[in-house]
């Protein structure tokens, strides 16, 4: 690829969440932090200062278009709200610029579409970064599902469980957009991992159900996301994926869950907070007895190699160390002019089944279909 300088130019939009990359981003040989941006004046300092890093040659910001057009950006990293993201990112991607987005990719059938279009116009590449695809024990997993170890996979769950609720007046846009949403919106760390493991066999079809309860905010004002949502999930090739997402129930920190089943075994996995978690496979023995195994005994032969190169450095980063793990090989594909793990159809892949979920809680739990982005 061809890049403004002789290292990747990259700017950083939102110093809440987005800030987690920025010593990410430091650390990649080939890179330089040109410029960060908040639209709140002083928040962008004040990251660089709770990160440790210090300001240096990085140009701080205050307006998303004049840091595209005066920092001269290879690269943009976008942690808006989530209804900016794809405005933001057609605007960086018109200009030729690549764009890493956070998740979700949007919350609209017509942004989504919007983004598609932009992609096949634009020489830049777009990611969404779905951090939860680049776990230590999800990437042992996908060695192991890729070996056949499992056998042919015909069903599984992904589990969200977070009483975000205490954000709401930290982070409005979540109140905004999260909790003013009925439907699975914030499912893409379930269905991410997922896909992967069944070499992205595209869910065609939803129906979703909610539990009929709904907490209320401070103001009294209930909610109008319901307590807790469930989604059964069909594939195109005929698998069937259930999800459930909780971010109102009280409940000790947060926990991603997740079950593959394959026709020669099982993988569970019971993940609370970080690093607290206990990994198990239901395999069979020489006797042909299934029996739970420690997923630690497969690391020797699946943990992904960037895992054993770069683990210690990347647990020292957020989320149990998939922030550094994940911007390592997405720079990385970008350095070396390969494609990026999740391009801008997997990311809708990843997003869109949530978008239809509230299609479907809106005609009584009926099946909805999927689009899928490729014919946009």
């Known amino acids: 690829m061809h890049f403004k300088s002789e290292k990747i130019r990259v700017g950083i939009l939102g110093m809440g969440r987005a800030s987690d990359f920025m010593n990410p981003v430091l650390a990649y040989p080939h890179t330089v932090l040109a410029a960060i941006c908040d639209r709140i004046p002083g928040k962008a300092t004040r990251a660089l200062k709770k990160q440790n890093i210090d300001q240096g040659g990085i140009i701080v910001f205050n307006e998303y278009t004049e840091m595209l057009e005066k920092a001269d950006l290879d690269v943009v990293i976008i942690g808006s709200g989530w209804s900016d993201h794809v405005p933001q990112s057609i605007m960086a991607l018109e200009r030729g610029i690549h764009v890493f987005s956070e998740v979700p990719v949007t919350v609209t059938l017509d942004q989504a579409k919007n983004l598609a279009q932009a992609c096949r116009k634009s020489r830049a590449v777009y990611m969404m970064g779905e951090n939860s695809c680049y776990h230590r024990h999800i990437m042992t997993v996908l060695g192991m599902v890729r070996d056949g170890l499992l056998g042919y996979i015909h069903y599984a769950e992904g589990e969200y469980i977070h009483d975000c609720r205490y954000l709401l007046d930290l982070i409005p846009w979540r109140r905004e957009m999260m909790y003013s949403i009925n439907g699975l919106m914030y499912m893409t760390h379930e269905i991410g991992p997922i896909l992967d493991w069944i070499d992205w066999d595209r869910i065609v079809s939803v129906s979703a159900a909610g539990s009929g309860s709904h907490f209320r905010d401070a103001k009294g004002k209930p909610f109008v996301m319901e307590t807790r949502l469930t989604m059964q999930c069909k594939t195109a090739k005929g698998r069937l994926i259930r999800l459930c997402q909780d971010f109102q129930s009280p409940c000790a920190g947060y926990h991603h ?101 509230v299609e479907s809680l809106k005609q009584d739990n009926a099946w909805v279909d999927v689009p899928d982005p490729r014919v946009w």
């Open 257 to 357: 869950r997740y079950i593959v089943q394959g026709v020669e075994g099982r993988y569970e996995s019971r993940f609370r907070s970080f690093p607290d978690q206990i990994m198990s496979t239901l395999l069979p023995d020489e006797n042909e007895k299934p029996h739970w195994t420690d997923l630690s005994q497969y690391e020797k032969k699946y943990l992904p190699d960037i895992w054993k190169r770069l683990g210690d450095e990347a647990i020292k980063h957020g989320h149990g160390g998939t922030d550094f793990i994940m911007m390592h090989d997405y720079l990385e594909s970008l350095w070396k002019g390969k494609p990026v793990r999740f391009d801008v159809n997997k990311s809708l892949d990843m997003t869109l089944p949530g978008i239809m979920s």
